[in-house]
């Protein structure tokens, strides 16, 4: 203990607001804020901010270094955590185009794990500053899915503010809103914690499923200089809606040779398939019976289940996300969704914003979009290109156009556009319209029915419920009711 450093007030000062900046949300203002600290500038992008906070740990860590107080063995209590978090920073951001490469390359070779050919190097260093080998291998998968979570959530494009909550959402999602209590203890534990995903066809929950799912903590081989399994393994999607009543109980549990007429041979489902820290993403939950969630509700509450035709009880090791473009409130007041099914699949409750919620908070919206769309389906985009094409659907649909497909409704537009030059919008999206004026006119409609299809237009138009409820001079709940009634 005699030999036991401090480090200077200076020192711990500094590495106390790293630590603030490595466990705070990177969509969020706050970790904008830190990196201004850290970076002791203002005025200048995220971008630039990040990679002058980085230098500056860099520099600050090369000094400890040079003076032989850069191991983690030299500390105690507070210090000793504030150095850790310090050298993990700065490592996570020494590797960080490695882990960008490596992530590239696993997405393109599939389910089979790639080799970690800087694994050993950062390894090495990790010891070297003093920490544990088990440690080190901990901290090397918690690196490695740090940055997939990001490089994943990063790809939900929109500067509104529906798309930065988003954003920040999906993160909490993943680490929780306390990062450190995560790594400390719920980095293993996250397959109790279910997600409900809630929007609009078209809005992307797909994608905010896949970026919760494909984000899990994977485990790293050292022998095999691999992780133990490739993310795009640990993520598995299944539309329901698109299966009878008949054939989803086999999907998801999978079925015993000869259980019934036409099982011809043993099927594994996509719960037996989850592998360890692994995801289901259950799409279009709303549409299924009530003795499927019956059945699944078992398995959220005892982790096991029985292929169709066998007694056999197998564990389930996964972790759930469901999503729905119908009312759950309308469904479970119908009895059509069961309560007790909802409240396991509510751990968190996700609603991804409409297209014209977005372009309403933030004008650059549908250009942004569209330049990634471009790129998506011409591999390239052309200098002029997205404002040739914005400009061209501008000018064929009306100004408050509801975009009823959101994303979807407008990649298909863009196709339109690109094959005929024009786009005049879905035809099924005017008779949506009610006009007011018609309804006052024919006296036979009651004031809640007036108020209902007002708000509705205005929800329409502006996306919000706190928008509808300003301009329509009511409570945020009073809106919600009306709209979704």
């Not at 999503?323 to 469904?331: C, D």
């Not at 919008?425 to 006119?441: F, I, K, Q, S, Y």
């Not at 009073?478 to 009634?485: D, E, G, L, M, N």
Request: glycine share 8%; net charge negative.
């Amino acid at each position: 203990m005699s030999n036991c450093l401090s480090l200077t007030v200076e020192d711990r000062q500094f590495f106390q607001l790293v630590s603030q900046a490595a466990f705070s949300n990177p969509f969020s203002d706050e970790r904008d804020e830190l990196d201004r600290l850290l970076a002791g500038i203002t005025g200048a992008s995220k971008e630039t901010l990040l990679l002058a906070a980085v230098e500056s740990v860099r520099e600050r860590v090369g000094h400890l270094q040079a003076g032989g107080r850069a191991s983690l063995s030299l500390y105690r209590g507070e210090d000793r955590r504030c150095l850790e978090l310090g050298l993990l920073f700065e490592q996570f951001h020494v590797y960080l185009s490695a882990f960008d490469e490596l992530i590239q390359q696993q997405a393109d070779a599939g389910d089979e794990p790639c080799a970690v050919p800087f694994s050993a190097e950062l390894l090495t260093r990790l010891r070297e500053y003093g920490f544990k080998a088990q440690e080190a291998r901990h901290y090397l998968a918690f690196f490695y899915q740090l940055r997939r979570a990001f490089f994943f959530i990063d790809k939900l494009v929109g500067q509104s503010p529906s798309m930065r909550r988003l954003r920040c959402a999906l993160w909490n999602n993943v680490f929780t809103h306390d990062i450190q209590r995560y790594e400390v203890s719920l980095w293993n534990r996250m397959e109790d914690f279910s997600t409900l995903l809630l929007g609009e066809t078209g809005t992307g929950k797909g994608a905010a499923a896949a970026a919760i799912g494909r984000s899990g903590y994977i485990p790293f081989d050292e022998k095999r200089g691999r992780f133990a399994e490739s993310f795009t393994r640990n993520y598995i999607s299944i539309n329901l809606s698109q299966f009878p009543e008949s054939l989803i109980e086999s999907e998801l549990f999978g079925h015993k040779k000869g259980a019934f007429t036409g099982a011809v041979d043993q099927h594994h489902g996509v719960l037996a398939r989850c592998v360890p820290h692994g995801a289901i993403f259950l799409d279009e939950i709303g549409d299924v019976s009530v003795p499927v969630q019956i059945k699944l509700l078992k398995v959220l509450q005892e982790r096991t289940f029985s292929p169709v035709g066998s007694h056999e009880l197998k564990t389930f090791r996964g972790r759930i996300i469901a999503a729905t473009n119908r009312s759950l409130t309308e469904l479970r007041r119908d009895g059509d969704f069961r309560d007790d099914f909802y409240y396991r699949l509510c751990s968190d409750v996700i609603e991804v914003p409409t297209l014209r919620q977005q372009m309403a908070e933030d004008e650059k919206s549908l250009d942004l979009l569209l330049e990634q769309l471009l790129l998506r389906i011409l591999g390239r985009v052309e200098p002029g290109q997205v404002s040739d094409v914005g400009q061209t659907l501008r000018q064929g649909l009306p100004a408050d156009y509801p975009w009823p497909g959101n994303v979807r409704e407008l990649e298909q537009s863009l196709r339109r556009v690109l094959l005929n030059g024009h786009y005049a919008g879905d035809p099924a999206a005017a008779g949506r319209e009610v006009n007011l004026h018609d309804m006052v006119d024919t006296g036979e409609f009651s004031a809640q029915e007036l108020l209902t299809q007002y708000c509705c237009q205005l929800y329409r138009r502006f996306g919000t419920y706190e928008e509808v409820a300003r301009r329509a001079r009511l409570d945020r709940r009073t809106v919600k009711k009306y709209i979704q009634s």
